[in-house]
């Protein structure tokens, strides 16, 4: 393995450090310059080098899980850092249209290199779920059962524990490196001390491996959601039917013909128009014929006037009745109580 590395070793590790230098830079200028062209023509470039690094590193076959973490010589153990680099210059592209991909991308490389961390046993973390990007691509299958309450909030607890000691681990880590970086710089470093601080750097890139693939988690599901909604909105509505014409089914050809598919001819009038029509030239059914009642019907209502005529003179009796016996008797007669 060693004799094969040793086929390219200065173009590998000029594209290593190249890439990796790129992205520092990248990565220094912050987040409100990143759409800059100036600083996506670094990306690119560093994508570049970096790739041509990993095609390089697969095709000298310098890991294999076959071997332990001692057996790996020193200068090569920064080669595992590869994916990672890759995976962190691929999420500082910017084309909005092509992110859902770009973060996909990034996570499988991240993935790639925790993989390997823990196929060497570099150090121990739990490498998250591999499928979850596919899941999130095909949709995934049915989702499983919320967690109860007491359950959701013993993940969330777990969750930040480890999110704490990850941010310690990275304090440390850096503090570490900073006191041996300036023995790398200057060429001086004995070979236990490039060891040392390539298996940092490893470790400290597998902190943030980890990181970004819960912020990638989260983008992912976003931009699925938003795909969604556009998708809904832009789907083509379907254009209002045009009224139907009214039409009769028909036994024969001489109903067809008479009724048609859509009347021989057009209404030129309402009822009520005919009605007022027919009236004035005096052509309705009941016009000019006599009214006629039934001899039956006559007596009846002679007898009910007379009836009514009868009722009238009693009430007009009784009224009058009424006023002469007021006119005889004041008010108050016949009171007599309490009276001497």
């Excluded at 909030?153 to 930040?160: D, K, Q, S, T």
């Excluded at 036994?251 to 009822?271: C, E, I, N």
């Excluded at 009605?275 to 019907?297: M, N, W, Y």
Aim: aromatic residues 6%; proline residues 6%; negative net charge.
């Amino acid at each position: 393995m060693a004799a094969a590395a040793a086929a390219e070793p200065e173009r590998l590790s000029e594209l290593l450090e190249s890439g990796w230098r790129l992205l520092e830079e990248v990565e220094s200028g912050g987040e409100a310059s990143s759409g800059a062209p100036a600083v996506q023509r670094r990306v690119q470039r560093g994508l570049e080098l970096l790739e041509r690094a990993a095609r390089a590193v697969a095709q000298l076959e310098l890991f294999s899980r076959n071997e332990e973490l001692e057996e790996i010589p020193s200068a090569d153990l920064r080669f595992m850092l590869v994916p990672a680099l890759l995976a962190a210059l691929t999420l500082r592209q910017v084309a909005p249209e092509r992110r859902l991909e770009h973060v996909r991308r990034a996570r499988g490389l991240f993935l790639d290199f925790l993989r390997l961390c823990r196929d060497y046993a570099v150090a121990r973390f739990d490498l998250p779920r591999e499928a979850e990007a596919e899941e999130e691509e095909d949709g995934g299958e049915a989702a499983p059962a919320p967690p109860d309450g007491q359950s959701s909030l013993l993940a969330m607890a777990a969750g930040r524990r480890a999110k704490i000691e990850r941010y310690k681990q990275k304090k440390e880590l850096e503090n570490q490196l900073a006191s041996l970086k300036p023995f790398i710089d200057s060429g001086q470093a004995e070979e236990e001390q490039i060891r040392e601080f390539y298996l940092l750097q490893i470790k400290k890139w597998i902190n943030i491996s980890l990181e970004e693939i819960e912020s990638i988690d989260q983008e992912i599901a976003i931009l699925n959601r938003r795909g969604a909604l556009q998708g809904s909105a832009t789907r083509p509505c379907q254009p209002p039917r045009p009224p139907g014409r009214p039409f009769i089914l028909t036994r024969d050809a001489a109903q067809a013909k008479v009724f048609g598919a859509g009347y021989p001819s057009l209404a030129t009038m309402t009822v009520d128009e005919w009605f007022e029509q027919h009236q004035k030239q005096g052509v309705l059914p009941d016009q000019g014929i006599s009214q006629r009642v039934p001899a039956g019907t006559e007596d009846q209502q002679k007898e009910q006037e007379k009836s009514t005529e009868e009722e009238e003179e009693a009430a007009v009796l009784k009224a009058r009745e009424w006023d002469e016996w007021k006119d005889l008797h004041p008010r108050g007669y016949g009171n007599r109580k309490n009276m001497g």
